[in-house]
């Protein structure tokens, strides 16, 4: 099951979050075979991604950073969106959803 949580992005700004996964009893899991993909849509049945995340693993110590561009956020319209957090290991042929929530994108003066 994935856990939740919910972000806020600022419209025409850099973001990156880092995000641990552990395990049911609070290990960090080892990545090291695993590659992460997170996308933002508008709604969960949308057919395109608004965005998708730019993720990297620290590997064996159980961190994914997701990053946008200040590019990217610009682009994104302010308001309410989900996204969520998939890791896949295709030598084990596993995928898992490790993160879900909404995402809020707050709206820039500065332009």
Do not use: W
Request: include cysteine.
């Amino acid at each position: 099951m994935a856990v939740k949580a919910n972000i806020v992005i600022e419209q025409g700004t850099s973001f990156s979050t880092d995000i641990d996964i552990t395990d049911a009893a609070g290990a960090r899991v080892d990545l090291t075979n695993y590659t992460p993909t997170s996308q933002i849509r508008k709604h969960f049945s949308s057919s395109s991604a608004t965005a998708t995340f730019t993720c990297t693993t620290g590997g064996s110590n159980g961190t994914v950073t997701m990053v946008l561009d200040y590019a990217n956020t610009a682009g994104i319209t302010d308001g309410r969106y989900v996204y969520d957090l998939s890791l896949e290991n295709t030598s084990a042929n596993t995928k898992l959803r490790a993160v879900e929530g909404i995402v809020t994108v707050t709206p820039r003066v500065t332009q």
